[in-house]
């Protein structure tokens, strides 16, 4: 069963920077497209950034230039990286494998970025 475990959120101002994990198991993530996707409240969930398994990556329009994802295969991991961080990245952050352009997999718990002064 393919399980994603994302981690690495927390509290940090205006400014600041993260870096989120996603650890998988059950699958080979380098044979896969992965990708962040974003939930805050109220809103959908939606795509924040994707990795190809040939390490070609593509950025949401909000995140271009601020967020950095990257894959360790050796690992089995995925990172974002989240750098000028704003009070509109608050949300929680949860990896999936992405196929045709949807998410394939069950979600994690996600983690928790709130970007507060």
């Avoid at 690495?8 to 380098?30: E, M, R, T, Y």
């Avoid at 969930?45 to 050796?74: C, Q, W």
Wanted: with cysteine; aromatic share 8%; glycine share 12%.
């Amino acid at each position: 069963q393919v399980r994603h475990v994302e981690s690495g959120g927390g509290l940090v101002q205006p400014g600041g920077s993260l870096k989120l994990s996603c650890a998988a198991s059950g699958i080979l993530l380098s044979m896969w497209t992965m990708a962040w996707y974003r939930q805050a409240p109220g809103k959908q969930r939606e795509l924040v950034a994707s990795i190809s398994s040939g390490g070609s990556t593509n950025y949401g329009d909000s995140v271009k230039g601020r967020f950095t994802i990257s894959r360790d295969n050796a690992k089995n991991m995925v990172y974002l990286e989240l750098n000028s961080l704003k009070v509109e990245d608050t949300a929680v952050y949860y990896c999936n494998r992405r196929r045709l352009q949807v998410p394939i997999d069950p979600w994690g718990q996600g983690t928790q970025v709130t970007v507060s002064s």
